[in-house]
């Protein structure tokens, strides 16, 4: 989770000044969630080009928001600045990773994990781990945070608490 105000300032800072300063407010009154909406809207009408590395940061932090799947089919479209980066978010829609954790190496028993943001520095990639939902979907948020190895064994990570309200 964010707490830090600086961090949240340099992303708003990407955007035209009267953009900025809208989603400087949102973290001031305490609405983070319309905040990542309004900073991905602005990035996507200016076209301003993002690094991948940042677009993981705003996709961690809309995850903290509980506001990543509603926002990543945008974050995805968000432009890149072509720099070079080790980290890239390779959240694709409906993309799991060999179903229920077994195709990934170990994991959480009967988790579907889905990956998600990937280093291409040292070959790991952090995977979201879900339940599958009596009514066949998955859940809303992930249970488990997985990081594999080059050789797709993995440990869990802890999951982020929530700060909603």
């Not at 707490?3 to 000044?17: K, M, Q, S």
């Amino acid at each position: 989770m964010i707490d830090d105000a600086g961090t949240w300032n340099r992303l708003a800072a990407l955007l035209p000044e009267a953009d900025a300063r809208e989603v400087r407010d949102c973290w001031e009154i305490g609405e983070q969630e319309a905040g990542l909406g309004l900073l991905v809207s602005g990035l996507l009408t200016h076209r301003v080009p993002i690094s991948e590395t940042v677009r993981a940061r705003i996709s961690v932090l809309a995850e903290d928001w509980g506001e990543r799947e509603a926002l990543t089919p945008r974050i995805l479209r968000c432009r890149d600045d072509g720099s070079a980066s080790t980290v890239r978010l390779i959240e694709r829609e409906g993309g799991s990773v060999g179903g229920p954790a077994a195709g990934a190496g170990p994991g959480p028993a009967g988790y579907v994990l889905l990956p998600w943001i990937a280093c291409d520095g040292c070959g790991r990639v952090l995977l979201r781990a879900h339940d599958r939902e009596r009514w066949g979907g998955l859940s809303s948020s992930a249970r488990h945070y997985i990081i594999t190895s080059p050789d797709r064994a993995g440990r869990p990570a802890d999951a982020p608490r929530r700060r909603r309200g």
